[in-house]
């Protein structure tokens, strides 16, 4: 049982029972290692005891910019979607979960499988906005996740908000909205960093402070096997550790190991005097201690925290300098130590580390050199990988080759990574987050090793900043152009791209046709023709006919407005332009069906116009 937080639990457990629609979430908030997850824990095993229904999901360091990761990955235990499962049999079950909650599957379908990268041929996808897809996303996942308890008020626990992704934590804040309290109870977890404007007036704040000595000495007994401890062992442990519950438990740890108890009258006291007994001054340092008594084995746990605090025991082996025999063997005694803990068993092994400050401490206990060298060799794994799974870990690819100092290849792959979230239509902000790390890598390569820097890759960056930009935050904001122009200054000292100039030329033109500057616009309209026909794509060829229909538009040219739609209709694919809208989310033959009405109009034609 959780010592000292009895209060605690017992006002979670009465929030579960109530039946009241406009409740609150439950935000248990504290400093590392104060007891947050031991307190959910408990909290979970009583619901569950009680015939509850709980479903519980994690952020982790790792993945924060990987949009809706910790709620997409409670969605595929939930449905017993597995990693390795084929596409059809994926799709078959998401189709059958949407039907059960009441979506429109046609609809539905096609936008949640485009989040496993899933094509779907049964259903056509139509193009919608950024900002109905958001809307219709979230609420697919809400009627998802309220299905879960089946009639029964459940709770619904996520932990480590300070570790959240922006895409997941705007989904939060709209279940909260929704008033949803007498469904399930959202139990969530962060440490004080985690501050954010609207979860103020949603979440009830259960703020843990430290243990007192009265709570100390039964935490401290519980890890000495029950056996009281005397009051001079207490007053140290106190002391010390100002009432952090895992830095009690791991200093008892430490003097019970190091042989600085002795057991007289089936008590424990201290062998010297409290004056006598050197204690590492930080939480880490402690953790730090007692990982270095593991000896060789002190090698595995600092690659397995390379890694991240979840990692998988295939890419623990494959990325060891040790035999698999003898990782397995160091990760049996991690276990009986309680360092980490075997999660499950989909795909393989998985573990986790105890605590995130476990794991903290075993990556700080290497030098530079070596953690290269680790991050290096994961690196290499993962890549290997991809011929099975061209898109999974992009993001984890991209940050050990960063973490290597393997520049050209952490770029590489952050811009992947980047194009990839940008592609879920919702992941703008994780998007432009992975765009900014490979511009900052470019910046350095620029002063540094220039001999790896190469500029089409930073045009191309600066374009998909700003197709970023627009998608997030609208045409009008100032960054855009800037990187447009700058992506300009760039191709101009290299040779011919005719897909970037594509995308500068139609990027800087959607600016230009913010501001109303006919003139440039029409300037951009000739570079993009004449980059359009050198590629011979007839994609790039409608976006041309597009743009260069409302130009003359407002340029007042409305039959010569009406002849570019039409070349923009017989150029179009509309099937294809469905399945992969371009970049600033706007359509070509919806763009200009509605171009040509209005100059029907200025021309007199009204009924054509309508039609």
Same mark, same amino acid.
């Given at each position: ?62 993945y924060?910019?990987?949009a ?12 017993d ?12 079950k ?33 193009p919608i ?7 219709m *996303?979230? !609420? +697919?996942?809400?009627?998802?996740? %309220?299905?879960?308890?089946? @009639?029964?008020?459940?709770?619904? =626990? ?17 279940l ?16 004080p ?29 519980s890890?000495?096997?029950?056996i ?5 062992v207490l ?38 005097? *409290?004056? !006598? +007994?050197?204690?590492?001054?930080? %939480?880490?340092?402690?953790? @730090?201690t007692?990982?270095?008594? =593991? ?16 990692f ?13 025999a ?24 998985r ?8 794991s ?39 940050h ?13 792959f ?39 820097y190469?500029n ?12 970023v ?6 045409w ?43 003139i ?7 570079k993009m023709?004449k980059?359009?026909?050198?590629l ?25 407005c009406i ?15 469905r ?22 109009l ?10």
């Open positions: 049982a959780t010592i000292g937080r009895d209060q605690e639990i017992k006002i979670i457990l009465d929030r579960w029972k109530q039946k009241n629609p406009d409740q609150k979430g439950i935000l248990v908030r504290g400093q590392a290692g104060i007891g947050k997850s031991k307190l959910i824990y408990e909290v979970k095993q009583q619901v569950l005891k009680a015939g509850g229904v709980v479903h519980h999901c994690r952020c982790l360091p790792e924060q910019n990987n809706l990761h910790p709620i997409f990955e409670m969605i595929k235990r939930h449905l979607i597995q990693e390795t499962a084929k596409d059809s049999a994926i799709v078959a998401l189709e059958q979960a949407l039907f059960a909650v009441g979506c429109d599957v046609a609809l539905s379908l096609p936008i949640l499988c485009s989040w496993f990268s899933i094509p779907v041929k049964k259903y056509t996808s139509y906005s950024h900002e109905k897809r958001m809307k *996303i979230l !609420e +697919i996942l809400e009627k998802l996740i %309220l299905d879960i308890g089946k @009639q029964r008020k459940f709770v619904f =626990i996520i932990e480590d908000l300070h570790w959240i992704d922006p895409t997941s934590e705007s989904f939060l804040q709209q909260l909205q929704q008033h949803v309290g007498d469904k399930c109870l959202l139990l969530l977890s962060a440490r960093q985690f501050t954010s404007d609207w979860i103020t007036g949603l979440v009830e704040a259960i703020e843990l402070s430290p243990l007192d000595k009265r709570d100390i000495k039964p935490l401290v007994e890890v000495l096997d029950g009281e401890v005397s009051d001079e007053q140290l442990i106190s002391e010390r550790t100002d009432g952090v519950a895992l830095y009690a438990e791991e200093l008892t740890y430490m003097l019970y190991e190091k042989k600085m108890l002795k057991l007289v009258n089936n008590t424990y006291e201290l062998i010297d005097t *409290i004056e !006598e +007994i050197e204690v590492p001054p930080t %939480l880490t340092g402690l953790l @730090q007692r990982l270095e008594s =593991i000896g060789v084995a002190m090698e595995t746990a600092q690659l397995a925290a390379t890694i991240g605090r979840e998988s025991h295939d890419l623990l082996v494959k990325s060891s300098l040790k035999d698999e003898l990782v397995q063997a160091d990760l049996d005694l991690f276990l009986k130590a309680n360092i980490i803990y075997r999660r499950r068993k989909v795909n393989g092994t573990y986790m580390f105890s605590h995130a400050l476990i903290d401490a075993a990556f700080q206990s290497m030098t530079t050199k070596p953690k290269k060298q680790a991050h290096h060799r994961i690196a290499l794994t993962l890549k290997q990988e991809l011929k099975k799974h061209p898109k999974r870990n992009i993001q984890r690819l991209a050990h080759f960063h973490e290597a100092d393997k520049y050209k290849e952490a770029v590489k952050y811009n992947i990574a980047a194009d990839i979230e940008m592609q879920k239509k919702l992941g703008h902000a994780e998007s432009l987050n992975l765009t900014n790390k490979a511009l900052s890598i470019i910046e350095l390569l620029k002063m540094n090793a220039p001999e790896d190469d089409l890759v930073e045009a191309n960056l600066r374009i998909h900043k700003a197709a930009l627009t998608n997030k935050s609208g009008s904001h100032p960054e855009i152009i800037e990187n447009y122009r700058q992506a300009r200054d760039v191709l101009e000292d290299t040779t011919s791209n005719h897909q970037l100039e594509f995308a500068l030329a139609k990027g800087m033109w959607i600016y230009e046709c913010t501001q109303g500057n006919v440039e616009m029409s300037k951009l309209t000739e023709t980059a359009s026909k050198a011979q794509n007839n994609s790039y060829l409608a976006q041309t006919y597009d743009c260069l229909s409302q130009t003359q538009f407002f340029e007042g040219d409305f039959e010569g002849q570019s739609c039409q070349l923009c209709y017989s150029t179009y694919d509309q099937e294809q332009g399945q992969k809208l371009v970049t600033d989310g706007l359509d070509p033959y919806i763009v200009c069906k509605s171009f040509e009405a209005l100059a029907r200025f021309l007199g034609q009204v009924d054509r116009a309508i039609h």
